[in-house]
Structures are given as structure tokens and as C-alpha cells.
């Protein structure tokens, strides 16, 4: 008989899981609440240029945070009645304890997702977002994973944060729902998707499971045992959790 390593699938190979943050780990936006609370209402035109593909996300959120008025303990007092899909909860605590590794892939805002995952007693997972920082008065986005060729124009590449921990011997995937996810389920070996992220995988033929929150993601794992899935590169994959 066989024998597995924890998070190891057949042939050695490991799963490695890239989490999208907002509409996907909590269940709204959260720049969006917080521009509904503190911004000037203009940020909702700009909002509409981005809908309207005139520009890309990386100076959509660039514009948006500049017209945050508030202070930064305001703003954080009010990130904290942002809540989470709970089984996201039970999604890392499996992860944990079968050594799969997870990461948040995020274009939103480093503070407030580290302030929602501590809030969750979630603070060891890493994560890659965009910074935020006052100067001279008002808010300002750092961008320290962008990246000119994206194709997304997001104010970070989510698909270059896969490339740096891509190794032969791993299965990368994706859970997300929404725009800033499409370029990344273009190259992830599976796609969780949801929402505008489904309709995208739905239309570009893109190896994919529907799901609602981290729960079917749980269930999906613990069901894989002996099963075998269609990765992108069409080969069968024997998968053991
Ligand atoms: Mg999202
Ligand atoms: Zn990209």
C-alpha cells in the first residue's frame, strides 16, 4: 500500500492555494465600504471610469484613496464590523494541518486585511496587497507588486506572486471571484470561482470549480482522496490530500 505525505498529492506533488481577499474571503468590498463611509462622493466617478474599462484598478484606488477623509484609527475602527465567510475559518485550519500552504493575493489594502485576519486569529497567513500611507495630509496607495505587462492593470500583479512560488512539483490553486482575479485564473492550474470570476471561466474555458464560500473548498479536498481532476495541461492528476 501507498502512503502519502499531508498535503502532498501523487507524484510528489503539493498543493498550494492563492486567495483572493475581498468578495471572496469577506463578503463585500471593503475600499468600497470604506469610500461609502469616508469618501468624498466623487470617488464613485471615478468608480464608474474604471467600470467603464477607462482605466485600470492601480489608478482607479490611486485617485479613490485621496479622497478619504478620515483618521487612520477611524478607519480601522471601521474595518472591524467587516465580517468574514466564517468556513474560511475551517478552510485554514484544514490547510494547517495537512501542510497546504495558503496565501492572499489581494488588490486591496494591506492594513485592512491583516486588521480583519488578526481580528479572526488568522495573522499567520501571508499576505500581498497594496500599501497605504499619509502623507502630506491625505491617504496615498503603494503599489510594491505592480507590474507594468499586467494585463489586468491592477494596481498589483497577482500572477507574477504565483510565478515566484511556482515550483514543478506544485499544483497552484486559485479561489477568487471577481476582475482582479482573471489574469491569474488564466494560468492557475484550478480555479475556484464565484460570481464575475465564474461567468470569465465559464466563457474563457478555463479549468474551473463553481463554488459559493471556502466550505465547498473544504469538501472538495477532503473528497479528494483517489479521485483524480483535469488540470490545465489536460493531463490526468491522481490527487491525494
Ligand atoms: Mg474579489
Ligand atoms: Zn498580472
Not at 26 to 48: H, Y
Not at 115 to 121: D, E, K, Q, V
Not at 145 to 166: P, T
Request: proline share 2%; net charge negative.
Amino acid at each position: 500500500m501507498r502512503s502519502f505525505s499531508p498535503g502532498k498529492c501523487e507524484e510528489g506533488r503539493t498543493y498550494m492555494f492563492f486567495c483572493d481577499f475581498d468578495g471572496t474571503v469577506t463578503r463585500e468590498d471593503v475600499i468600497d465600504r470604506v469610500l461609502e463611509e469616508f469618501a468624498d462622493p466623487m470617488w464613485q466617478e471615478i468608480e464608474q471610469a474604471w467600470v467603464n474599462g477607462e482605466m485600470g484598478s492601480r489608478d482607479c484606488l490611486a485617485m479613490q484613496t485621496k479622497l478619504i477623509k478620515a483618521r487612520k484609527q477611524d478607519l480601522l475602527d471601521f474595518v472591524g464590523s467587516i465580517e468574514i465567510d466564517e468556513t474560511f475559518i475551517d478552510f485554514a485550519r484544514y490547510c494547517k494541518t495537512k501542510t497546504i500552504e495558503i496565501v492572499i493575493l489581494s488588490d486591496g489594502i494591506d492594513l485592512f486585511i491583516k486588521s480583519i485576519l488578526n481580528r479572526y486569529g488568522l495573522k499567520d497567513i501571508q499576505v500581498f496587497s497594496n500599501g497605504f500611507a499619509r502623507t502630506n495630509g491625505h491617504f496615498e496607495m503603494i503599489f510594491p507588486h505592480f507590474r507594468k505587462d499586467c494585463a489586468s492593470r491592477s494596481g498589483m500583479c497577482k500572477c507574477r506572486i504565483m510565478e515566484e512560488f511556482s515550483s514543478p512539483g506544485r499544483v497552484n490553486i486559485l479561489v477568487g471571484d471577481g476582475r482582479s482575479d482573471f489574469c491569474i485564473a488564466t494560468r492557475a492550474d484550478l480555479t475556484f470561482a464565484k460570481s464575475a470570476l465564474l461567468d470569465f471561466c465559464r466563457a474563457e474555458k478555463i479549468p474551473h470549480i463553481a463554488h459559493s464560500e471556502f466550505g465547498d473548498v473544504v469538501d472538495w479536498l477532503r473528497n479528494q482522496r483517489g479521485q483524480r481532476v483535469v488540470l490545465r495541461d489536460k493531463e490526468l492528476l491522481p490527487v491525494v490530500v
